[in-house]
């Protein structure tokens, strides 16, 4: 019989670094429990982390406040993988064999194996998926039993720059946490929000973030192409606040109160003021003419990694991700490029919060985060371990440590200077203690006495 197990997810976003500690239950049904967020400006650019110091930093303080409201202790974490430069490269790998055979998975896993090795400068294969392969001149998903002297195995490999899984390693080491797994993020968000009908049927998922917006499509329930766009909603902010001459806050919330990415001239109204300081006002019109043109821009951007597969897209196109939730993202892409199967989805209402955590449950942020949760499989809590050097109570400490000995009773510890100091009295120093003794002990030597007595009673009370 299973266990709940309390699993920890991070993202590493543009804009922040957030945690999510979630409790999965054995029959596989999850309770968010906790949800923790820290700006992280100049760290993080387009989901690459640049500095690495101040990143651990944020996520040694988003994992102590799940710690601490949680009552828990975090070793472990599954992180997301995103950024830049994440995408998909195809490669062929082609097999002549001496006679027809039946192709068997020996010659399967060589052919995934030769793929594997295929070099790619300065970048790595995080993750392969195998398109189809051709056996003599038909194509197939499954090629074993089938008779053939060649075979041709096409796959998709998704590929990233060396350093992002390098820092992100780093980062973890750095705020002392394990790595329960790496989860390319896009893969893991487009299971948790598309369907399996729609990934058979063909469908693309669009998740706008603040500076990258990712591509992922999907034919046959498998995935076809994968592409991150370097332009997100933190540009439209930044276009706002550039031309307005205004501060980065003031330009969001315009843009999160007034910002829609398409407008129709023919049945506008008259153009409204809006106030943006004591003394100054802008015209409405003037707002939504930043927005839509940066807007445009990044839909065609899209445009340009969907449409050589539009015709196959029978599901059409689902947009998420916080930048999505500006008015008008759907009609504005139908207006531009004429293409009509499109909807916005927010993450699944099946997903259980707890009642202390004040969260939106159908805002678009969270989705990778619970995606992750929900495929984790470690526990990533313990119960804290003591650190060294720290005060054992169950342990006998000695009495006067590291003080000079005042006795020789058991449990009193010897100074070894003051060991090291003590020689054999001269002729001298004997003809003086004589002298002493005739006269009787002086006030020093009384006192004297007086300490080693104490330090003798102490001895033996112990």
């Not at 500095?51 to 994992?63: L, P, R």
């Not at 329930?221 to 307005?244: E, F, K, M």
């Not at 003419?289 to 990694?305: C, D, F, K």
């Not at 499109?342 to 995606?371: C, G, I, W, Y």
Request: proline share 4%; aromatic share 6%.
């Amino acid at each position: 019989m299973g266990v709940e197990k309390n699993i920890v997810a991070i993202e590493l976003g543009s804009s922040s670094v957030r945690a999510m500690i979630g409790k999965k239950r054995p029959d596989g049904s999850l309770q968010v429990l906790g949800f923790e967020k820290e700006s992280t400006p100049d760290s993080i650019r387009k989901g690459v982390v640049y500095n690495i110091d101040k990143t651990i930093q944020t996520i040694a303080t988003v994992i102590k406040r799940i710690e601490e409201r949680q009552k828990v202790y975090v070793h472990k974490v599954y992180v997301g993988v995103t950024g830049q430069s994440l995408r998909t490269v195809g490669n062929t790998v082609c097999r002549q064999l001496d006679t027809k055979v039946a192709i068997s998975e020996d010659i399967i896993d060589g052919l995934k194996d030769d793929n594997r090795l295929q070099p790619y400068a300065g970048s790595e294969i995080l993750d392969v998926v195998t398109q189809e392969y051709r056996v003599g001149t038909h194509m197939t998903t499954e090629p074993v039993g089938i008779m053939s002297d060649r075979i041709e195995g096409c796959f998709k490999n998704i590929i990233a720059r060396k350093t992002l899984c390098e820092n992100l390693r780093h980062c973890l080491e750095g705020a002392k946490l394990e790595k329960a797994d790496f989860f390319i993020s896009p893969l893991l968000l487009s299971g948790y929000l598309l369907t399996d009908p729609e990934k058979r049927s063909g469908c693309a998922l669009v998740d706008f973030g603040a500076e990258t917006t990712t591509v992922a499509i999907y034919e046959k329930n498998i995935l076809r192409h994968l592409a991150v766009i370097p332009l997100g909603g933190n540009n439209i902010t930044a276009d706002i606040a550039s031309i307005l001459h205004i501060e980065q806050e003031e330009a969001e919330m315009l843009k999160r109160t007034h910002g829609s990415a398409y407008t129709d001239e023919a049945g506008s109204e008259e153009s409204q003021t809006i106030h943006i300081s004591i003394d100054r006002n802008i015209e409405e019109k003037q707002l939504l003419g930043i927005i839509e043109a940066r807007q445009q821009e990044i839909l065609s951007n899209v445009w340009e990694q969907v449409k050589n597969y539009s015709n196959r897209l029978l599901s059409g196109i689902v947009f998420t991700g916080g930048a999505a939730n500006i008015h008008n993202l759907e009609k504005a892409f139908i207006q531009y490029h004429h293409f009509d199967k499109v909807k916005t989805r927010m993450m699944p209402a099946t997903t259980e919060f707890t009642t202390s955590l004040k969260l939106d449950p159908q805002t678009n942020t969270l989705a990778t985060l619970v995606a992750m949760l929900r495929r984790g499989e470690e526990e990533c809590t313990s119960e804290r371990p003591a650190e060294p050097g720290l005060f054992d109570p169950t342990k006998e400490e000695p009495i006067f440590t590291g003080l000079p000995s005042f006795g020789t009773g058991e449990g009193v510890v010897k100074d070894p200077k003051v060991e090291e100091a003590q020689t054999v009295p001269t002729a001298e120093e004997e003809e003086e203690e004589k002298v002493v003794e005739k006269k009787g002990p002086s006030r020093f030597s009384r006192v004297g006495k007086w300490f080693k007595d104490l330090a003798s009673d102490l001895v033996e009370e112990k």
